[in-house]
Each structure stands twice: as C-alpha cells, then as structure tokens.
C-alpha cells in the first residue's frame, strides 16, 4: 500500500448538511461598501465582496475538521467573503491565499460542458523528474466540476485558478477565506 508520507496538498469538496440556508444566505447576502479588490487586475472575472457571518459556514467545517482528525479546539475567524461571477471569456489567474490558512469555494452554479473549472496546480512538479512524472506523477493540475451547494476547503497556500469560461451559462462561486488558531 502507498502512503502518504508528508501529508500538505490536500482539498475536501462537502455536501453541507444545511445546504438549503447556504445557498440562501449567499445569493441573499447584503454587499459591504468596500468593493475594491486589487486582485483583480491579473484575471476577469466580475467579483462582489459580501457582508456575511461565519455561522453558515460551521457545519461544512466541522465535517472538514472531523475528517481530517483534527484534535485541536480551533478559533476561527472569517477574513473575507466574496461571489464570483463569470461570463463567456472571464477566468482567474493562478494563485495562493497566503499569509491566510483555510481558504473555500461554494459553487452557487452546477457544472456543465464548457463551464470554466476549478482547479489545484501543483507547485512543486518542476521537482519531480521526468522519469516520475512519466511513470505516475505527471498530473500538473487537478480539476473540480463543483454541483451547485458544494463546498470546497483546502489550506490556503494551495495554487489554484478557474480555467476560461468558454460557454453562454453563468457560472457563480462565492469564495471566502478563514484564519485559525488552537485555543
């Protein structure tokens, strides 16, 4: 059996079990009067910064935290929310989310054909020989064709973008970031 020996990409795409008031409270969230986001300049993708709770967030993230075996008593605190929306032509670049520690996509939107993606990039594949990355470890990116409620965790220093959006559909996230630590 192979294992993991160091485990530190890693990403959890969860079924909320209150699915129904996520939703809700994301498509309905008022907008905070802050709406710059400096980010933007690299990618186009239309973004809206929300004025939103962490309370909607809890139940996906003790699902995360219990699967992940994670023993510490944790205080999290919500750094940002925002909603993505993309039309035909629209992406965004690839990228962290460091210095911050927890970062999640909810995908207001189910996937279809042409519909930009999600997706992890692999940082460290310049390290891997060719002779690996032939054998097994080729993979430079890992896509995620997130249904509409799903939420997606992942450490915030993972890479990733969304890949062009090539399709008539609009495709909605609402992205958000956390900060934690152990009691």
């Not at 075996?69 to 690839?94: C, D, M, P």
């Not at 042409?114 to 032939?134: L, P, V």
Request: hydrophobic share 40%; aromatic share 14%.
């Amino acid at each position: 059996m192979i294992h993991n020996t160091f485990i530190h990409s890693f990403h959890s795409l969860i079924d909320p079990p209150n699915k129904d008031e996520l939703l809700h409270a994301l498509e309905n969230a008022p907008l905070t009067k802050d709406q710059d986001f400096e980010w933007t300049l690299n990618c186009s993708v239309t973004t809206e910064r929300l004025d939103l709770d962490l309370d909607v967030f809890f139940p996906s993230l003790d699902l995360f935290f219990k699967d992940l075996e994670a023993n510490a008593n944790l205080n999290i605190s919500l750094h940002e929310v925002w909603r993505n929306t993309y039309s035909k032509g629209y992406f965004q670049e690839l990228h962290d989310h460091l210095p911050l520690h927890l970062s999640g996509v909810v995908f207001l939107t189910d996937w279809k054909e042409g519909d930009a993606k999600f997706y992890f990039h692999h940082r460290h594949q310049s390290e891997i020989s060719k002779e690996w990355r032939d054998l097994c470890l080729g993979r430079n990116n890992y896509f995620v064709e997130g249904k509409r409620g799903q939420v997606l965790l992942f450490p915030s220093w993972m890479m990733h973008g969304v890949s062009i959006h090539k399709s008539d559909n609009i495709r909605k996230t609402v992205a958000f970031n956390l900060l934690f630590n152990s009691k």
